[in-house]
């Protein structure tokens, strides 16, 4: 009876699990610690309170010249431990946010847009874990990137259980169970690693390494061509993208994310940043447009008050 009970206690324990099976009893890890505004402020190219008076404007604009633009965001079940994957948790906190900014109207989405949604959405963000890819699924979002439409991937949202380059189509890169691997942990995510000038300008005021702690996928399934790689990690001693730009054979933009395994990772503000950024190239805005949520609400390191 006792080896039973330390056998269950042993699984329970393990931190490392594999990507759809739940952390029954496991307690979440640690979180990273808080970044420094000084970091924040470098990473913005300006200061936290300049930043938050931006709120939604474009320098050298007025409002009257941004387009009004319709974002969906799209989750679905949490389907892991305590902070991992919780997909409604990130859609209940950004879609307020969101909604903050002028000129933007905010769509919730669970399990899958509507054909209206898609119909009418700007720009679709995507962070949960869809089992099905089904045929009507890939025609709607086939049409919505034919005509232009932007799409935000992040984490889990670029994996497919069966066919990793169905998805790499309309993604630019894919990972398919059980070709892929993936490890949870402390990470430097390398960029500014696109040879091309426009895409580096996502990261541009970032340095070259920026740490963070939460999950890396690799051994991805990728398009023959459109993909532009701005960060990656090392794993298995190889540099593995991480993030990058793609642009379909229609108008569609797609940005994908690797990252956001953990709760914690959407409150930090220079993932926060890149994301933001990035969801504005997506649709076609000014990179600015979306930047000032950057650090809405966000805490910074106890040390660095004053």
């Known amino acids: 009876m006792k080896s039973r009970i330390a056998r269950l206690a042993a699984i329970v324990s393990i931190v490392a699990l594999s990507p759809g099976l739940v952390a029954i009893g496991a307690d979440a890890p640690e979180a990273p610690p808080l970044r420094t505004r ?81 119909r009418e ?69 390398e960029l500014g690693m696109s040879r091309f000038p426009e895409v580096n300008r996502l990261t541009r005021t970032f340095p070259r390494a920026t740490s963070f702690h939460d999950e890396t996928y690799w051994l991805a399934t990728k398009s023959d061509r459109g993909v532009h790689i701005i960060a990656s990690a090392k794993e298995d001693g190889e540099w593995q993208p991480m993030l990058w730009t793609y642009e379909t054979d229609g ?30 190239w997506a649709a076609d805005q000014p990179l600015e447009r979306f930047q000032s949520l950057a650090t809405d609400g966000v805490k910074f390191a106890e040390s660095d008050k004053h």
Not at 264 to 270: G, M, N, R, S, V
């Open 38 to 118: 000084a970091e924040v402020v470098a990473a913005l190219g300006t200061t936290i309170e300049k930043n938050a008076i931006l709120f939604g404007s474009v320098p050298g604009k007025d409002a009257g010249e941004l387009k009004p633009i319709k974002i969906v965001l799209l989750a679905g079940k949490k389907d892991h431990g305590p902070g991992e994957h919780d997909y409604p948790a990130w859609q209940a906190k950004w879609g307020p946010m969101f909604a903050k900014l002028p000129g933007v109207t905010v769509e919730n989405a669970f399990g899958w847009p509507s054909e209206q949604q898609w």
């Open 121 to 189: 959405a700007n720009l679709v963000i995507a962070y949960y874990w869809n089992h099905e890819w089904s045929d009507e699924q890939l025609r709607q979002l086939d049409d919505y990137q034919a005509r232009g439409g932007g799409l935000v991937s992040l984490h889990a949202a670029s994996i497919h259980d069966r066919d990793g380059e169905v998805l790499a189509k309309r993604l630019g890169m894919a990972f398919e169970q059980p070709k892929m691997k993936w490890r949870h942990g402390e990470l430097d995510l």
């Open 251 to 280: 108008k569609g933009r797609v940005f994908g994310c690797v990252l956001g395994h953990y709760s914690w990772t959407f409150d930090d503000p220079l993932f926060r940043l890149i994301v933001l950024r990035s969801a504005a």
